[in-house]
């Protein structure tokens, strides 16, 4: 079991850039693959990223490719999320959310597939 705690949130300007955080417990965060999810107020939770065991592979939705960029550091046990050219659109409590094994990219958008999820953290876009 993996306990996730999202951290960076904030109330930034269109434009400005964030990078949020999640921290893993567990001793095993590197056989888990880990995802980012959002949800905007009145609107359902959505996909955002995700990235493969080792960090090699990625998979981003269309609303966000070009300017976020997903990582992790399995030797901190975290999971980053580096986001640039905001918009007030991209307002939303962000949640990570982690899955054990492999996860083929085309099916992280499916939540019903990962098994744990964090609290989230509040990202506020002013334009």
């Known amino acids: 079991q993996v306990q996730l705690v999202e951290s960076g949130g904030g109330l930034v300007q269109a434009g400005d850039s964030l990078r949020l955080s999640c921290a893993a417990s567990?001793?095993?965060?590197?056989?888990?693959?880990m995802g980012w999810f959002r949800q905007a107020p009145g609107k359902e939770r959505e996909f955002v990223a995700s990235v493969s065991r080792g960090g090699g592979t990625s998979y981003y939705a269309d609303s966000v490719k070009g300017r976020v960029t997903i990582s992790r550091d399995n030797a901190k046990n975290t999971l980053y999320l580096q986001m640039n050219s905001l918009k007030p659109e991209d307002t939303a409590l962000y949640y990570c959310?982690?899955?054990?094994?492999?996860?083929?990219?085309?099916?992280?958008?499916?939540?019903?597939?990962?098994?744990?999820w964090g609290r989230g953290t509040q990202v506020t876009v002013s334009s």
């Open positions: 959310a982690a899955v054990s094994g492999y996860l083929s990219g085309r099916y992280s958008e499916d939540q019903g597939i990962w098994q744990y």
């Open positions: 567990g001793r095993a965060f590197s056989t888990y693959s």
